[in-house]
């Protein structure tokens, strides 16, 4: 341990941590863009910085460990001039369409922007006019929105472990190599969307069927229903439909998700999806309740095992239910069937 005083307050704290992990752990609100607790820290937005009695320069926070004796303030008139100068930097480097601009209301830049009052960027001339890609199924890159904060690269290669991107080149011509400008048979990109995720402006987006504003959806927790890892995530719901997925901060997926998981979700509100059970009749389906369709089952089970035995019995279950489910299934052939054949299709 050790002892540091933040903002005049003394205080004893693990001796293992960054001067922003003690500041976040005491409540006090240090602003961050390239920052993700799941990544080494790569100090590139620069919002974070503090100031460190005996340090001439401003430190960045993320990066900085504490030392027994520090004396650090957090908003001292310094530090938020620097902030609201970097703020001022990157909106001049930076659209303004956050009208129009689907991560409205979600845009760490724009909070940050609203926060520290910054109305424009007064840079002129540093805008940039690069074209949108949107070549991949599933998002689209607008350079032009891209902050360089190197979240999605640091993603991809350190918790996706895949590399599909980088940056490439340097100062202004600084730029997030994709996946598209590889040209897309030889990226190695898998579409996973976990880029995406962690974008905090509006430079990748995922391609939505539906557009909305972040005020007009519901977040719904969930699991995904694809496998049996488990991956947590919210389901984005507007009115009745859903019309996105993210990515939970879970012990099973760490905020990771897979393209199906992430982007596969449209059978949700397809139409041909079934609603009620059906019960074919003369050869053709009909609708049914659940009390008539389960009647039915359990009739033809007792049926066939009074006839044939509990061996006439197999399950075979789904990847596509959770953990839980597919022990309830087995447990029902089991223990309620008697029959110890139960497979699962993940083992086919
Ligand atoms: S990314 Fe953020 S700051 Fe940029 S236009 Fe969109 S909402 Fe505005
Ligand atoms: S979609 Fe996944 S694999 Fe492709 S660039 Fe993004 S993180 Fe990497
Ligand atoms: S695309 Fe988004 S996550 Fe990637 S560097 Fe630009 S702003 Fe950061």
Known sequence: MVEVTVNGIKHRVDDNITVLEVCRSLGIDIPTLCYDDRLEPYAACRLCVVEVKGKHNLMTSCSLKVADGMV????SEKVMKARRDILDLLFSNHTDDCLTCEKSG???LQDYCFEYGIEKGSFFGAKKDYPIDDSNHFYTYDPNKCILCGRCVRVCSELQCTGAIGLENRGFDTKVVTPFDMGLA????VSCGNCVAVCPVGALMPKRKERFRNWEIKKVKTTCSYCGVGCQMELLVKGEKVVGVEPIKAAANGGLLCVKGRFA???INHS???KTPLIKRDGKFEEATWEKAYRLITDKIDNIKEEHGSDAFAGLTSARCTNEENYLFQKMFRAVI???????CARL
């Open 72 to 75: 650090i303030e957090t908003h």
């Open 106 to 108: 979600s845009c760490r």
């Open 186 to 189: 030889k990226s190695k990109c």
């Open 265 to 267: 979700y449209p059978f």
């Open 272 to 274: 041909d999806r079934l």
């Open 338 to 344: 008697g029959t110890n054949n139960v497979d699962h």
